[in-house]
């Protein structure tokens, strides 16, 4: 199982910037997807989850700026950001909870990290 990750870089304040992350190989399903996010000198945290069954969560800090959206069929998630901030830059790792088979338990997968830089 992979998970590929694509569409960081360097944005102004305010501005935009779109990620993607896609799941391939041996799936039989996949729970939650989400994107975490580490800046230099500090944790992993979470940003967004989007949960198998429809809901999403948002760390207090993107509330009203982020949306992410999961494509089951595509086994992508996506990760808007509007209203960008200087704080918001870090790497961004995209997770997915995926079953290989029915008979095997779910694992954690995590994406290679993308750079999203925002200038102020």
């Known amino acids: 199982v992979q998970l590929q990750a694509s569409g960081g870089g360097l944005a102004q304040a305010g501005g935009s910037l779109r990620l993607s992350c896609r799941a391939s190989?041996?799936?039989?399903?996949?729970?939650?997807m989400g994107w975490f996010r580490q800046a230099p000198g500090k944790q992993r945290e979470l940003v967004a989850i989007?949960?198998?069954?429809?809901?999403?969560d948002y760390a207090d800090s993107v509330k009203g700026r982020f949306t992410i959206s999961r494509d089951n069929a595509k086994k992508t998630v996506n990760l808007q950001m509007n209203s960008l901030k200087a704080e918001d830059t870090a790497v961004y790792y995209c997770k997915a909870d995926v079953q290989r088979t029915i008979s095997y338990k779910i694992d954690d997968y995590w994406g290679q990290g993308t750079q999203v830089t925002v200038s102020s």
């Open positions: 989007a949960r198998s069954g429809g809901s999403t």
């Open positions: 190989g041996n799936i039989f399903r996949i729970g939650d």
